[in-house]
C-alpha cells in the first residue's frame, strides 16, 4: 500500500515547493494536489477574494510542472488533487476545469471535486455531466466526496449530498460514467448524527472506492487529526478496504494537525504523519 498526503496544510507554512519536498524527504510515495489557492473565498461574505497565488494566474500550468518536477526529482508522483469548494458557488465552479488541468500537468490521476452539500444527486450530476467531456480529454478522474452539515444548536453533523451510504451511491448511478469515481472521507463518515460509518460506507461503495481522504477526530467534530491520535478504529477501516480489494492510496488529509506548527518544526510533522500513515499501511499489507 503506497501511502500521499495533502500538501495546503504545509504550504500554508513553507510553500508548496518545500512542501512537496517535505513530503517526498518524510518517506511519502505521493503528494495531493491542493488547488484552493487558485480561488480563495470568504465564508463570512460568501464571495471570492483577490489572490496573487501562481495558481489563480495565468501560468498556472507552469506552476503545477514545476511541483510536477520537485516531486520527481525527490521520488515521489501526484497521486490525486482537490479543487476549491465550496460547489454551491458559481465563481468557484468556474474553476473546476482549471483543477482538471492541473490535475493533469502534476501527474494525478483523480480530481476530487465536492458535490454542493444540499443539493440532490440528480442535481449534482449536472456539475459532472458538464466537467465529464472535459476530464477524459485530460485522462483525470473526477471523485465526489461525502459531505456533512451542521447543527450548530446541538453540536453535531447533519446530513448532506453522498453522506450516506445509499445517497453516495445514488450521485454515482446519477451519472453512471467509470470517470465519476468515489472518495471516501474516513472522518466525515464518522461523525455522530450521519447514521453511518466508515466500514458501512466501504462495503456500500465496494469497487467504486478510488480515493481516500484519511484523519481521526473525536466522532463528533472534523477535527482533521493525525490517525490513532483521537477516537476513529482504523483497525476495523483498514480491515474493511482489504476485503473490498481496495487499489488506491492512503493519502492523509490531517491539516488540523498542522495548526500547532510552524516554519521551525514543520517537517518533524510530516515525519510523524508518514509514520501513522506507514502504519495503517502496514496494517492493510499485513492482513
Avoid at 210 to 226: C, P, S, T, V
Amino acid at each position: 500500500m503506497k501511502t500521499s498526503t495533502e500538501i495546503f496544510s504545509i504550504a500554508q507554512i513553507v510553500g508548496e515547493e518545500k512542501a512537496v519536498e517535505y513530503v517526498a524527504k518524510a518517506g511519502f510515495d505521493a503528494w495531493d494536489f491542493s488547488l484552493f489557492s487558485m480561488c480563495r473565498y470568504s465564508w463570512k461574505d460568501k464571495c471570492l477574494l483577490e489572490s496573487d497565488h501562481p495558481l489563480a494566474g495565468r501560468d498556472y500550468l507552469e506552476f503545477a510542472r514545476k511541483l510536477k518536477q520537485i516531486g520527481l526529482d525527490n521520488g515521489i508522483v501526484c497521486n490525486q488533487s482537490h479543487a476549491p469548494f465550496p460547489s454551491y458557488n458559481k465563481e468557484i465552479r468556474s474553476y473546476f476545469k482549471r483543477a482538471i488541468e492541473c490535475t493533469a500537468e502534476a501527474g494525478g490521476k483523480i480530481c476530487i471535486i465536492h458535490p454542493d452539500n444540499d443539493k440532490t444527486a440528480q442535481e449534482n450530476s449536472n456539475i459532472y455531466f458538464e466537467l465529464l467531456p472535459f476530464a477524459k480529454e485530460c485522462g483525470v478522474k473526477i471523485a465526489t466526496e461525502n459531505m456533512f452539515n451542521w447543527n450548530k444548536e446541538e453540536d453535531h453533523a447533519l446530513p448532506a449530498a453522498c453522506s450516506s451510504p445509499k445517497d453516495f451511491n445514488a450521485h454515482l448511478d446519477a451519472v453512471n460514467d467509470k470517470f465519476l469515481t468515489a472518495c471516501l472521507d474516513i472522518g466525515h463518515a464518522e461523525m455522530a448524527g450521519l447514521n453511518t460509518s466508515a466500514v458501512e460506507m466501504i462495503y456500500a461503495l465496494g469497487s467504486r472506492l478510488e480515493a481516500l481522504h484519511i484523519h481521526d477526530n473525536d466522532k463528533i467534530h472534523d477535527r482533521h487529526q493525525i490517525p490513532f491520535s483521537m477516537n476513529i478504529d482504523f483497525e476495523k477501516i483498514v480491515k474493511a478496504l482489504k476485503e473490498i480489494n481496495y487499489q488506491g492510496y492512503f493519502t492523509m488529509e490531517s491539516n488540523g494537525y498542522f495548526t500547532s506548527f510552524d516554519e521551525s518544526n514543520v517537517f518533524e510533522g510530516v515525519k510523524n504523519l508518514e509514520s501513522a500513515a506507514r502504519k495503517l499501511a502496514d496494517m492493510f499489507d499485513n492482513l
